[in-house]
T-cell receptor, first 108, second 115 residues
Framework: TQLLEQSPQFLSIQEGENLTVYCNSS?????LQWYRQEPGEGPVLLVT?????EVKKLKRLTFQFGDARKDSSLHITADQPGDTGLYLC????????FGAGTRLTVKP | NAGVMQNPRHLVRRRGQEARLRCSPM?????VYWYRQLPEEGLKFMVY????????ESGMPKERFSAEFPKEGPSILRIQQVVRGDSAAYFC?????????????FGPGTRLTVL
């Protein structure tokens, strides 16, 4: 079983739509990171959140860390085909645990 | 400033052979992490090394797998007597600072196929 559950697993939307993906756990993390991974490449860090309730914005991406530091969400506004990829969340304490990811496809 | 480099990018081995995966961290980074990714799954932590030291190998199978990060040269992940279940993408990441909460920079991965 995954320590971090990501939902949905797969998401296919039209260009211009908004979406939210989730990362949930029963464990508390000292920090949580979101990565994007394209086929055949390694993950690239998007953001790190460390404070419960923290909200960070990166252009059209908004990341939120839950108050209890157990869950997080990623909201993307006005999706573009370039947003297509695998979005991974990872929680860290004394190690780093990854979720299985949300595979996003944005159709033009 | 070159990123994390891994080679080979693709490796094919027959059952029972040895696989050697290499990772050159970013310049100035002395912390290296190895992860394994199976299809449709996230990355699973294997081992964390600092120059000449294994810091945490709790995610690495006790048998057939070993890792090193010598004073000079790349980090090596070695898999002896490979089996079909070892087929996966193996990623390494490097960081200039200790601790999992610091940013890790990932390489492009080595895709191992065991026939």
């Amino acid at each position: 079983t995954q320590l971090l559950e990501q939902s949905p697993q797969f998401l296919s939307i039209q260009e211009g739509e908004n979406l939210t993906v989730y990362c949930n756990s029963s464990s508390v993390f000292s920090s949580l990171q979101w990565y994007r991974q394209e086929p055949g490449e390694g993950p690239v860090l998007l953001v790190t959140v460390v404070t419960g309730g923290e909200v960070k914005k990166l252009k059209r991406l908004t990341f939120q860390f839950g108050d209890a530091r157990k869950d997080s969400s990623l909201h993307i506004t006005a999706d573009q085909p370039g947003d297509t990829g695998l979005y991974l969340c990872a929680g860290s304490n004394n190690d780093m645990r990854f979720g299985a990811g949300t595979r996003l496809t944005v159709k033009p | 400033n070159a990123g994390v480099m891994q080679n080979p990018r693709h490796l094919v081995r027959r059952r029972g052979q040895e696989a050697r995966l290499r990772c050159s961290p970013m310049k100035g980074h002395s912390h290296v992490y190895w992860y394994r990714q199976l299809p449709e799954e996230g990355l699973k932590f294997m081992v964390y090394l600092q120059k000449e030291n294994i810091i945490d190998e709790s995610g690495m199978p006790k048998e057939r797998f070993s890792a090193e990060f010598p004073k000079e040269g790349p980090s090596i992940l070695r898999i002896q007597q490979v089996v079909r279940g070892d087929s996966a993408a193996y990623f390494c990441a490097s960081s200039p600072l200790a601790g999992f909460f610091n940013e890790q920079f990932f390489g492009p991965g080595t895709r191992l196929t065991v026939l």
